[in-house]
């Protein structure tokens, strides 16, 4: 049986294939490690996007029929750093643990609306942005990471639909709802890190976790920090996961200890009154 469901969703115009070396390292640890696509990326292209079939497949990742009882890490890097937070704070049931990558601004305000006008922008180029996207990945990772993300496809239709998600999206407030475990895992140089700390003071048990020399695309860049990080909080699930058992366990025992007990005192009264 593996040690836990690890299930990692992908970035805005991505696909499932940007954790393909995440995949291969963690699996290596007895892990059973699942990279979804969300709507309208990777296999799901031309599918419209939406934030309740993004939910709804998060959860199929985590919560299969078959699923083992295993302790289930959800992470998720920019886009499916937020919607995992949301999941989680929507789903406190179906998940154990949170790792949330690249997503430590609140998707708002100027930030928000100058990244719209960026995204329509693009999209009114005549290749809709495909050739600028590939460039720049390109340029920004090693030509084994490129390969990784740009296997899937890329998504040149989701940007007008996510962006409006995202913009009913609040970070915060869903952090301060999150019941499991945190890791919020930027890069030193992410732009994306301006209210990282906000952020964790709003989560009610988190940590933050800033990788060294790692960018945005910080699962890319430094794949073996960021596998890692997630085999360390699967490590920590396991051991709460312990920790609770040896809690109800010793629970149980005491109850049978004064059920016992109690069912002792009852027996001799009854032998007493018998007697006499």
Known sequence: MPRARVVLVHGLRTSATMWRKQCAMLGRHDLDVVA???????????????????????????????????????????????????????????????????????????????????????????????????????????????????????ALDVMAPVLEAAASMDPEAALARIEVPVWLVNGRF??????ERRMLRAARDARLVIVP??????????????????????????RRAAVAARRRRIARESGSAQDGTASGATSTGRIGVAGE
């Not at 020399?213 to 920590?236: I, K, Y």
Request: aromatic share 6%.
């Open 36 to 154: 979804i696509d969300l709507p309208g990326h990777g296999t799901r292209l031309g599918e419209p996007f939406s934030f309740d079939e993004a939910m709804r497949l998060i959860d199929e990742g985590l919560n299969p029929p078959d699923a083992l009882p295993v302790p289930r890490l959800l992470v998720g890097l920019s886009l499916g750093g937020y919607l995992a937070m949301e999941f989680a704070a929507t789903h406190p049931d179906r998940l154990d643990g949170l790792v949330a990558a690249s997503c430590g601004t609140r998707p708002r305000g100027p930030a928000l609306a100058g990244y719209r006008r960026l995204a329509a922008l693009i999209g009114r180029m005549p290749d809709r942005g495909r050739a600028l996207h590939d460039l720049t990945t390109r340029l920004f990772l090693s030509p084994g990471a490129a390969e990784d993300v740009l296997a899937g496809g890329v």
């Open 190 to 195: 992410d732009h994306f890190r301006f209210d």
């Open 213 to 238: 020399g790692a960018t945005h695309l910080v699962s890319l860049v430094r794949p073996d920090d960021f596998a890692a990080v997630v085999a360390g909080a699967v490590a920590e699930l396991e």
